[in-house]
């Protein structure tokens, strides 16, 4: 079974590399750009009969920092 896992951080967390993807958005002429908040993709192929508390085990304990970040898994 194949799986994406979005990771991104919580509203209220600085985001640098967000902040430095929009001033660099400006200075190469592409305005209206709101906000830019970035993330990462993690795409795990897994065994069939992995479990949702499995998945949800592996993207607590080393995936995701669920201290600032939020966690969703998309079943591809």
């Known amino acids: 079974m194949k799986l994406r896992i979005f990771v991104t951080l919580k ?11 929009h001033k660099a958005l400006g200075g190469l002429g592409f305005g209206g ?4 908040r970035a993330g990462k993709l993690i795409e ?18 080393l995936l995701a920092n669920t ?3 939020n966690y969703r898994v998309e079943r591809v």
């Open 67 to 69: 201290v600032i970040e």
């Open 11 to 21: 509203p209220g967390v600085l985001d640098p590399q967000g902040r430095a993807i």
């Open 44 to 61: 795990l192929d897994v065994a069939d009969d992995t479990s949702d508390e499995r998945i949800d085990a592996m993207c607590r304990e």
């Open 33 to 36: 750009v709101n906000d830019v």
